[in-house]
């Protein structure tokens, strides 16, 4: 789905669009969003049904916006007061899915060359050669795709979306069935790829790991808006929003209300709703007519056998343990200390504390792990 036949100097994508779409629920949204992706990695992170694709598709000239415009630097792709809306054949962005698409019947090779029949042979096999080299294939040019590896099979489908140089790169979750180790060193490559060439490259997962592995900016839709935008550390480690915080992995989201503030600490009191526990938790700027709620992670939680003394952190819970669940290399507990509590432990940690159902601990949170909600 590319058609560009040189490489662009850092040109940045612009889209401002609406467009009516049914999220996966069945209900209907509006997808309603302005956005400039730079030259690099811009994660695009959201719950299913969040209109993640709806959006790619309509980059890519799949599905035609209500109204707005689409552009990559000077280039308009669509403009519904100009009526113009490029195929997607002449808009020189490459779309890779989980469905990766190849022809079984092809080499490698003849693949990656497929979009290159305007340039004759010599010019195809230099532009191909060079992609192949770049993403470590060139020794498979004569095998079929049922010859290869899934990870190979991978790296052919970029080499094939990215052989025709295009303008932008558009990712809905291409690298999902594969382990983490093929997935890194596939992405490895294609930053090595983009160093060279610099295009906005929009890249769709539900990867917590992969948002801050390779987003230089992250953008995070809900129900077709932008809830927030910016670095990766800026959106996922310090959430606005309890959507935002359930994508970036907190565990622990109770409802509360303030109850004390210490401006001269920096600090206020939230009580969990439902239960007689204070927590002490980050001084914000609330709106007392929202809810308010409190979110930790798993893994921020530290858990002790016997009433830890002389902390620097300000939360220490009394708890019982509810349940202790092993998955792969990791522990999950549940502690009650009022409102129910998940934990993450090592192998280690729960037999060298002898932990089990029914045992008192104690729980063990800095304010600085607690993140306020509305």
């Known amino acids: ?97 989980q469905s990766l698409a190849l022809f079984p019947h092809m080499t490698v090779e003849q693949n990656v060359q497929y979009g290159l029949a305007a340039l004759n042979q010599r010019d195809r096999d230099a532009r191909s050669g060079e992609v192949l080299e770049s993403f470590r294939i060139a020794a498979l040019v004569e095998r079929r ?63 917590r790991e992969e948002v801050f592995a390779l987003g230089e900016s992250a953008i995070v839709l809900e129900e077709g808006h932008i809830l927030a935008r910016g670095s990766p550390h800026e959106v996922l480690h310090r959430p606005q929003s309890e959507t935002v915080a359930q994508l970036a992995g907190f565990e622990n989201i109770f409802d509360g209300s303030v109850t004390g503030s210490h401006p001269e600490y920096g600090t206020m009191t939230c009580r969990i709703a439902g239960s007689t526990l204070d927590l002490e938790v980050p001084l914000v700027r609330v709106n007392s007519s929202l809810p308010l709620r409190v979110g930790i992670r798993a893994g921020d939680i530290l858990l002790a056998s016997s009433k830890p003394q002389g902390l620097s952190a300000r939360n220490v819970l009394d708890g019982t343990i509810a349940s202790l669940e092993q998955r792969d290399m990791k522990v999950i507990a549940i502690v009650t200390c009022g409102p129910d509590f998940e934990v993450h432990l090592t192998l280690g940690a729960r037999e060298s504390l002898q932990l089990k159902p029914g045992a008192r601990v104690w729980l063990v949170v800095k304010t600085y792990s607690c993140h306020v909600l509305q």
């Open 1 to 97: 789905m590319s058609g560009a036949t040189t490489s662009p100097l850092a040109e940045q994508l612009t889209v401002r669009l609406t467009k009516c779409f049914r999220g996966e629920s069945g209900s209907l949204f509006t997808l309603d969003v302005e956005l400039a992706v730079a030259a690099g990695f811009t994660i695009l992170f959201g719950a299913s049904g969040a209109g993640k694709t709806t959006l790619l598709d309509c980059i890519a000239g799949l599905q035609t916006p209500d109204e707005g415009t689409i552009a990559v630097g000077q280039a308009l792709l669509f403009d519904s007061e100009s009526r113009v809306n490029l195929p997607s054949r002449r808009r020189a962005v490459a779309y890779l899915l």
């Open 145 to 207: 795709p049922s010859e290869i590896s899934a990870g190979e099979r991978q790296r052919v489908a970029l080499a094939r979306a990215l052989v025709t140089r295009p303008r932008v790169l558009l990712l809905d979750e291409p690298l999902t069935a594969l382990d983490a180790v093929t997935k890194a060193r596939i992405l490895d490559d294609l930053r090595a790829w983009n160093r060279r060439h610099r295009i906005p490259i929009l890249y769709v997962t539900h990867d």
